[in-house]
């Protein structure tokens, strides 16, 4: 008689979990030398394709670069500043702001931001933090390291892989790395065995119903869920080109930089030494050749020179890149150092701008679902149950565009004035340009300087000598 050992689930994978590990690490490898290449964009390391033509061997060693990549992208990303998170009824947010607090959302906002826009995706994940706090963590993966199977009716994961590096929680694994998939009813962290499989460090059995990670995800389609980048192969070969001109901008000034010299009619004395042993080219080029003597028939050797090199030819094509690249980031042609002759007004300058502010309102209205989205999730790992639907959390950003103060406030004012909005209206100081910080604190101010009114009426309503004096007694009828 067999008897059959079942597998503790604690301490092994199971096959149909192997199956989706397989096919999560072939998705993630399959995409990310795409996703290195951008990097290699973003951060000026691509290596420039050289034609072979106009370039000696020596100098192929020579790296040009030129940032409008990262400019664009940066540029984008620096209007995107996450401010607060309140609730739309108005009640006081202080558990949002707890959440936030714990996982320094605010500066890592920055950084979901940034990686979505230059990979065209990041992740957030959501999971229990430490036991004292009783805080969920928040964390922001890169998509080098993370993918998401994604559901298109549902719109939401359905399962998920990150593998990172460890800090050496296994001294007997092979490889100092781990993996963690992310399910609806757990997550799984295992590390690698020295036979090949796969070890389970630890199960978390959250139970949500739903993987707690989430996709960021930069223009969208509606056939591509995942998300495009900033930088797109326009950019890519735009920013080639004017790399190579910049490359023979650097050749033309190690070649003809100085003007060329000709000589008609000289001696071979005039390139040799006292001991008649030639000069090398540079010692001819600033010696002797200055001083040349006549030849047997008195005749004075001719010396003339080349027209030297002259690089605004090249200035002009780059500075044609700059427009083009400017249109298809979005930007001002001034960010990416294009001038004209006249300068342009404040009123043109916004004009130009049109496009990127436009851009980081999309965005922000994109990024802000999943913030929402992620908050959400947060409170329901915190709470142990799903928060109220009909309680919604929204996202507080700084205006992207680039309004004067004085603009501001004097909108604000004549809402005010019009009876649109009350004068102690949170919606007045933000429309101002007041930060959430700064909105609060008048908020205190508000209420101590209404505290100190009303202890200066009971005070007045209390003290005898601010009593009225008693009146006249009322004439009783008699006349006396």
Not at 12 to 34: C, F, G, P
Not at 351 to 380: N, Q, Y
Not at 387 to 404: G, L, M, Q, S
Not at 408 to 419: G, I, S
Request: charged share 25%; glycine share 8%; hydrophobic share 40%.
């Amino acid at each position: 008689m067999t008897v059959s050992i079942p597998e503790l689930p604690l301490v092994t994978l199971s096959d149909d979990e192997l199956a989706l590990i397989s096919v999560l690490r072939a998705d993630m490898l399959q995409d990310r030398y795409r996703l290195l290449l951008l990097d290699a964009y973003f951060n000026g390391e691509q290596l420039v394709r050289d034609l072979g033509i106009s370039i000696p061997p020596q100098l192929r060693g020579l790296h040009t670069i030129i940032g409008w990549p990262r400019i664009g992208v940066e540029a984008l990303e620096q209007r995107l500043d996450l401010e607060a998170f309140r609730w739309a009824d108005g009640q006081p947010a202080t558990d949002l702001a707890e959440i936030a607090d714990a996982n320094d959302l605010f500066d890592e906002a920055n950084l979901a931001h940034l990686d979505a826009l230059t990979y065209g995706r990041s992740y957030l994940t959501v999971g229990s933090g430490d036991e004292d706090e009783g805080l969920p963590l928040l964390s922001i993966e890169s998509p080098l390291d993370m993918t998401l199977l994604w559901d298109a009716r549902l719109r939401m994961g359905t399962a998920a892989l990150r593998e990172c590096q460890t800090d050496h929680l296994l001294e007997s694994g092979p490889e100092d790395r781990m993996i963690v998939l992310y399910l609806p009813d757990q997550t799984i962290q295992a590390m690698p065995t020295d036979s090949g499989g796969w070890e389970v460090v630890e199960r978390d059995m959250h139970g949500l119903g739903m993987v707690p990670v989430l996709r960021m995800a930069n223009r969208q389609r509606a056939a591509d869920r995942v998300g495009r980048s900033e930088i797109t192969p326009e950019v890519m070969s735009i920013t080639d080109a004017a790399c190579r001109r910049l490359m023979g901008m650097e050749v033309a000034a190690e070649f003809f930089g100085a003007p060329q010299r000709y000589i008609l009619g000289a001696s071979e004395g005039a390139f040799q030494d006292a001991e008649g042993n030639p000069l090398d080219a540079w010692a001819t080029y600033i010696g002797r050749v200055l001083g040349l003597e006549r030849d047997e028939d008195g005749n004075v050797p001719e010396v003339g020179q080349f027209s030297a090199h002259d690089p605004s030819g090249m200035t002009k094509i780059i500075d044609l890149y700059a427009r083009i690249m400017a249109t298809q980031l979005g930007l001002p042609p001034h960010m990416l150092g294009y001038t004209s002759d006249n300068p342009a007004s404040a009123d043109a300058i916004r004009s130009s701008e049109a496009m990127l502010v436009k851009k980081a309102e999309r965005r922000i209205r994109r990024f802000g679902a999943t913030w929402r989205d992620a908050m959400r999730l947060a409170l329901w790992v915190r709470d142990g149950e799903p928060p109220d639907k009909t309680r919604r959390i929204e996202c507080v950003y700084r205006n992207p565009a680039t309004p004067t103060l004085a603009a501001q406030t004097d909108a604000a004012v004549k809402l005010v004035q019009a009876k649109i909005l009350p004068a102690d209206s949170d919606v007045v100081l933000e429309m101002a340009g007041l930060t959430e910080g700064q909105r609060q604190r008048v908020a205190a101010d508000r209420r101590r300087a209404a505290g100190t009114r009303l202890l200066d009426r009971l005070s007045q309503m209390t003290d005898p000598a601010t009593e009225a004096e008693p009146g006249p007694e009322a004439d009783d009828g008699d006349g006396l």
